[in-house]
Nanobody, 125 residues
Framework: QVQLVESGGGLVQPGGSLRLSCAAS????????MAWFRQAPGKEREFVAT????????YYADSVKGRFTISRDNAKNMVYLQMNNLKSEETAIYYC??????????????????WGQGTQVTVSS
C-alpha cells in the first residue's frame, strides 16, 4: 500500500521560506511523476510543481516559477518543495501526489494515483 506523508508546513511571514517534505512508504522510482498540489480555502485544488522520474525534468505553475523548487531523492523515497518569497495568497493545504503514467504537462490531478493527507501552510504577518 502506497502512503505519502507530508511535513514541513507551518506559519510563515510574507516573503519567508518553507521546505516541505513528502515521505513515501514505497520505492518512488516507478512513479514517472511526483508532484505538489495545493488547495486554498474555498478554492479548487491546483497544480504547483512536478518532478519526473530521474529528477532532471521539472515543471511549475506560472505563479511559482522562480520561487519554488521541487526535487526528489529516489534513494530515500522523498520529494521536496522549497518555497521562497511566499505570498499571503499561497496559504493553503499542500498535497504530495504520485503518478504511474502522467503525461505532459503533468498538471492534471486526475493523472495522479496516490495522494498524501496534506500539510497546512499559512502565510501571514
Amino acid at each position: 500500500q502506497v502512503q505519502l506523508v507530508e511535513s514541513g508546513g507551518g506559519l510563515v511571514q510574507p516573503g519567508g521560506s518553507l521546505r516541505l517534505s513528502c515521505a513515501a512508504s514505497v520505492n518512488i522510482y516507478p512513479f514517472n511523476a511526483m508532484a505538489w498540489f495545493r488547495q486554498a480555502p474555498g478554492k479548487e485544488r491546483e497544480f504547483v510543481a512536478t518532478v519526473l522520474r530521474t529528477g532532471s525534468s521539472t515543471y511549475y505553475a506560472d505563479s511559482v516559477k522562480g520561487r519554488f523548487t521541487i526535487s526528489r531523492d529516489n534513494a530515500k523515497n522523498m520529494v521536496y518543495l522549497q518555497m521562497n518569497n511566499l505570498k499571503s495568497e499561497e496559504t493553503a493545504i499542500y498535497y504530495c501526489a504520485a503518478a504511474n503514467g502522467a503525461i505532459w504537462p503533468y498538471s492534471s490531478e486526475y493523472e495522479y494515483n496516490y495522494w498524501g493527507q496534506g500539510t497546512q501552510v499559512t502565510v501571514s504577518s
